[in-house]
């Protein structure tokens, strides 16, 4: 699926929308500002897998993916918050 490269906020939000409903996407999905402060907050390159509890602290970080994915720490962070 190629995505043009946003001009804005609501172009990027448009773009993730669509990738989550074509690839089936069922967890929540956030979108950085265009100054990136999430990607350097939470070091999201290489792409790794979070899970963030109520407080917005982070309760499971995967290794750098795909090799460092570990979805079974997602699920075992997951159910004991009690999700």
Same mark, same amino acid.
């Given at each position: &699926? #190629? *995505?043009? @490269?946003? $001009? !804005?906020?609501?172009?990027? =939000?448009s773009?993730? !929308? %669509?990738?989550v409903? $074509?690839?089936?996407?069922?967890?929540?999905?956030? *979108?950085?500002?265009?100054?990136?402060s @999430?990607?350097?907050?939470? @070091?999201?390159?290489?792409?790794? #897998?979070? =899970?963030?509890?109520?407080?917005?602290r982070?309760?499971?970080? %995967?290794?750098?993916?795909?090799?460092?994915?570990?979805?079974?720490? =997602? =699920?075992? %962070? #997951?159910? $004991? &918050?009690?999700?």
């Amino acid at each position: &699926m #190629l *995505v043009a @490269t946003p $001009k !804005g906020l609501d172009d990027r =939000v448009s773009a993730a !929308g %669509s990738c989550v409903r $074509k690839l089936g996407i069922e967890l929540p999905a956030l *979108v950085d500002n265009f100054t990136g402060s @999430t990607d350097r907050a939470y @070091t999201a390159w290489p792409d790794r #897998l979070y =899970v963030i509890d109520r407080d917005g602290r982070i309760a499971f970080k %995967s290794g750098p993916g795909p090799f460092g994915f570990r979805p079974d720490g =997602v =699920v075992a %962070s #997951l159910q $004991k &918050m009690g999700l």
